[in-house]
């Protein structure tokens, strides 16, 4: 057996519906009833039935007598969000967070040439609350946790063994203009040890070099940085998507295996660039684990097939909602060359010490797991920001340059509402000074625009944030002319454009049909949601003096044809928008 490997073998779930595993020793001895299943994954809200909040997992793997007298650590990533993990009937960590990755020192518990057994709790947000609970709001989890029984496990579960140290992470930082990488290994290591790493770099033509090099680290689980030349290095683009592969270990034990691409992205003067040439943005919401009214992520998808769809519609970037991607649709964006937008999940989020050292720490595993991959463009530092990101944001975004300084940062910023009549609102509270006057110029703005569009929702959009128009527009219609001047001179000032993230309103199913569902979930976040849009789409066609339909069906087909006219119009407007650098539609399922 190598040391470190997946536990693959067959995992096993139940639900916890009364919240008694604990007392009934579950972390011991599994109970009789329990279905296998494979990860990733997660459970939520399907189909009208009330699913339970709280859920276990069980597995068993066999460590052969390679490991005994070796130092053992657990890896489990992607763990949502409220998380107890038992090995061999012994507590193991407990942890709450979005996605979070823990790295756990199981030497004492783990038993070499002999059956292990894994059990795992998971909860979601919206369960009770435990006494030795953090609140909800000082758990860093995107929006959507916070209205399904949303919880699981996303990532893999893997077991490390090494005699004194072993790398437990390899970063890659590309240097386009150089043909140069800087490859950063992260180690688990005893203080004052001395090392043997060897680094193999593969190119995209098959040729492969390595070098060893020699190091004593001071610190315990220290690291190591290396510069390597490549020669006549061959870069990735979205239109070239060119990888090479390094593997990182200490000589004798296991490696770790990743791609990386030479590209260099950047703002500059407010200009997406790639390889320093200017891109326009242009992307959709691709909900990876977030199906509309809940449900799993689907077992059976042709995932890449999806993704190759997505570009070749013309589309150059995606970005999930709420949750980062997983590394399964990272490696399909790479090959293919489609750029991520990847997110951490923090959603009004309580605003405290402790709060931000749990999202920095969530923000750094993200980084340490992610940031090999040439396909994310950027990270966005939360989902809908709440008061942790707007009182916080300059400290996270300074926090993010740092630990990542070759891709920018992104801001998420929920700001901007059109009415069908062409009034509407800005959001006074996300986007106020001087709150918004420390954040780079990286925004990324949400534009909710109903419909029809009018003239002057289209002329809202089309001059959105600039210096020029967007003062001439009359008192009461998005902010007074006093707001937009300071508002306007904030933006000159930083001579930044944005991204217009979650443009427009999705074309959703049948609603009718949804609605008589939805009644099987009471006056939930979503029933509302479906209301609104329903009174919305038979406003909308009043409005064009079409009062009567024959049936659902012929309702439908109007209503259909009126929101992806006004969605059109949206995306005209914004397209001869100087400021506006990008557009990122509200979901792909609608347009694919």
Known sequence: MSDAFQVESKWEFCFDPQDTGILEGWFRKKPEKTETVQLPHAWSRQSGRDVPQIGFYFSEFLLDKSFAGKRIVIRLESLDPVATVWLNGEELVNSSGSHQTLEVEASHLVKPDDNNFLAIRLRSVDSPEQPDDKARQ?????????????????????VFGFPKAGVRAINCFPDYEADRVTLE????????????????????????????????????NGGHSLNIQLDDGKPWSPWAPT?????????????????????????????????????????????????FLGGTPATERNLRKELQQIKDAGFNVIRSGGAPFAKDVLDNCDQIGLLVLQESPCYNQKSNRDSLESLKHQLQAMVDRDGAHPCIFGWVVGSENGSMVL??????????????????????LRSVYLDSQGGGKVDLCKVFEPATAAINPYESHNIHAWFPVSVRSFSMLANYCTSKEAKTLSDGLHGSKSFWERYNYMREDLAGKVLVDGLG????????????????????????????????????????????????????????????????????????????????????????
Do not use: C
């Open 138 to 158: 000082e758990i860093p989890v995107g929006g959507i946790y916070q209205r399904y029984h949303y919880a699981g496990i996303l990532g893999t579960v893997s």
């Open 243 to 291: 990888l090479y592969t390094v593997e990182a270990g200490v000589v004798g034990g296991y490696k770790i295996k990743r791609s990386f691409g030479i590209r260099r992205v950047s703002i500059e003067r407010g200009i997406f660039q790639i390889n320093h040439q200017p891109l326009r943005l242009r992307g959709v919401l691709f909900p990876q684990v977030f199906p």
């Open 505 to 592: 309103i999705g074309v959703p199913e049948n609603t009718a049909e949804l609605l008589k569902e939805a009644k099987k979930f009471g006056d939930s976040y979503e029933v509302r949601i479906l209301k609104g849009l329903n009174a919305s789409l038979e406003e909308g066609l009043k409005a064009r003096n079409i009062t009567q339909w024959a049936d659902v069906d012929a309702f439908w087909a109007e209503a259909s044809d009126l929101i992806r006219e006004s969605l059109s119009k949206q995306i005209d407007a914004l397209s001869i928008n100087p400021q506006v650098g990008g557009i990122v539609l509200e979901n792909w399922a609608d347009h694919g």
């Open 185 to 220: 290994a992260k180690l688990w290591n005893t203080k004052n040890h001395t090392i043997e790493i060897e680094y193999t770099i593969t190119n995209p033509d098959g040729d492969a070099g390595s070098v060893t090099k020699k190091i004593k680290v001071d610190h315990e």
């Open 391 to 412: 009182e916080n944001g300059n400290k996270l975004l300074r926090f993010m340059s740092e630990i990542d300084p070759s891709r920018p940062s992104f801001s998420n």
